[in-house]
């Protein structure tokens, strides 16, 4: 596998140029973009060839004329997916297998997992040109504020990733990927395992001399901001980027004050193992698709368009840099809702707010909560973690931070959760302490609330 540098700057400069021609041109090489993938998947994909059989010629296909597909379908024919006959799923697996080949490259590809939070975890397969897209758009589209503090903190220090390191995640992945691939182009970078327990992640975070910046979950970060607020972490970064989960206001601002270093607002990404980067947020708070190399359709529960300004069901992504493994109107989950206005930082890319993904919210019988409206935060435990174990049973789990008060913050703690189901309309909800460790997901997040197993209908 070879990342070309040229082949990057073909990114952007064709993303430079593209913008500057404002939507006729974005469009016309979205459509062009798309027709290449179309006609390569029919040509190379078995299963794409199956699919799009009954259509016109590619160089007359319109988006609308494409099935939507769906993560359970493609993993089950993976074989006949992919572009390329030389990885089936068996390879595959077997390299994901050995954590020792955690970013990797086999033959000319890299590959990553998912983190199944809702579903079987999906193999992701990622050519070079998905990396070159990766670092050329980024390029192309950051504006000057964006830029100067990373390249500042690039050369100060060490930048840490903290996500999991239980599996092949795109995280410490591409990390350790690209430090092969174009070490340059990283700098220096170390890795924390999200998945040990707090004490621990704070001793290895206050060990790393001249840290200066950090990527990791809002799950994460939250927990990493209160250890800060009471004296045990000592780090003090200048930039703290984030992705992979919603980033609330409130959190955002109290992540600010925790971190007094830090020299701009903390950075949030709206990405996924499958694109990378399928949009890039502005110094106004929106998401503007990559809409060269990305689409993205906000669609009901039936896959029907919805109109700007509507929260989605779910979204559809097309990915038009990847034609070894071909996403199109690929069924990603996530709710969004398009702006119906232009963005004021003159963008000339549509753009879009995450409102959460559909997976963590909660089903008690009729009644759907967010995770948001339950406190689990107590100035004794160093996290708590709500689990529904039935219909309506949940249990409460807590790493206290002084063992001699588990039992008092429990009492408080399911006063609290019970006041939240009462209010609700919920009177039949039983809250029981746990004595288990909370629980981590496979990707190293850390969910304060989880929900029922297979309640969500996608699952
Ligand atoms: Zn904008």
């Given at each position: 596998m070879r990342f070309s540098l040229l082949r990057t700057l073909g990114y952007f400069a064709g993303g430079l140029w593209t913008a500057w021609g404002g939507r006729q041109r974005i469009e016309a090489k979205q459509l062009s973009n798309l027709r290449r993938l179309v006609e390569k998947a029919r040509r190379d994909s078995p299963l794409f060839r199956r699919l799009y059989s009954d259509l016109g010629p590619s160089s007359e296909v319109e988006l609308r004329d494409l099935p939507v597909t769906r993560k359970p379908d493609l993993m089950r024919e993976f074989d006949d997916w992919l572009t390329i006959r030389s990885l089936p799923l068996e390879r595959a697996r077997e390299h994901l297998r050995d954590i020792d080949k955690l970013g990797v490259p086999i033959d000319d590809v890299a590959i990553f997992r998912?983190?199944?939070?809702?579903?079987?975890?999906?193999?992701?397969?990622?050519?070079?040109?998905?990396?070159?897209?990766y670092y050329g758009i980024s390029l192309a589209r950051f504006d000057r504020s964006q830029w100067k503090p990373i390249r500042e903190v690039r050369k100060a220090g060490v930048s840490v990733t903290i996500t999991g390191g239980n599996g092949h995640f795109a995280g410490a992945g591409l990390n350790k990927l690209m430090r092969h691939l174009a070490p340059r182009l990283v700098g220096h970078t170390a890795f924390v395992e999200a998945e040990q327990p707090i004490g621990r992640i704070v001793d290895e975070l206050n060990a790393i001399p001249n840290l200066t910046s950090i990527l990791t979950y809002p799950s994460v970060l939250a927990i990493l901001?209160?250890?800060?607020?009471?004296?045990?972490?000592?780090?003090?970064?200048?930039?703290?980027?984030?992705?992979?989960?919603?980033?609330?206001?409130?959190?955002?601002?109290?992540?600010?004050?925790?971190?007094?270093?830090l020299k701009r607002d903390v950075i949030d990404a709206y990405g996924c193992t499958e694109c990378l980067v399928p949009s890039i947020k502005c110094s106004h708070g929106r998401h503007h698709v990559n809409e060269d190399w990305v689409i993205l359709e906000a669609v009901d529960e039936a896959m029907r368009p919805v109109p700007d300004g509507t929260l989605s069901a779910t979204v559809l992504l097309t990915v038009l840099a990847n034609d070894v493994q071909p996403f199109i109107r690929y069924d990603l989950g996530d709710c969004l809702r398009f702006y119906t206005d232009p963005c004021p930082c003159g963008s000339p890319f549509r753009s879009f707010q995450v409102e959460g993904r559909e997976?963590?919210?909660?089903?008690?019988?009729?009644?759907?909560?967010?995770?948001?409206?339950?406190?689990l935060e107590h100035e004794h435990a160093r996290r708590i973690q709500l689990v529904q174990t039935s219909a309506r049973e949940f249990e409460v789990r807590i790493e206290p931070a002084d063992a001699a008060e588990a039992r008092d913050v429990f009492q408080e703690v399911s006063q609290s959760v019970k006041r939240v189901f009462?209010?609700?309309?919920?009177?039949?909800?039983?809250?029981?302490?746990?004595?288990?460790?909370?629980?981590?997901?496979?990707?190293?997040?850390?969910?304060?609330?989880?929900?029922?197993?297979?309640?969500?209908?996608?699952?």
């Open positions: 998912t983190s199944g939070t809702s579903g079987e975890p999906a193999v992701i397969v990622s050519p070079s040109s998905l990396l070159e897209y901001a209160k250890e800060k607020e009471d004296g045990r972490l000592r780090i003090e970064p200048m930039i703290v980027r984030t992705g992979g989960e919603m980033l609330t206001g409130e959190l955002r601002a109290r992540v600010r004050q925790a971190f007094p270093s997976a963590t919210l909660v089903r008690v019988g009729e009644v759907t909560l967010s995770p948001l409206v339950f406190d009462r209010d609700n309309g919920l009177i039949d909800v039983t809250v029981r302490e746990s004595q288990a460790p909370p629980e981590i997901t496979a990707s190293g997040k850390f969910h304060e609330v989880l929900p029922l197993q297979g309640t969500d209908p996608r699952t």
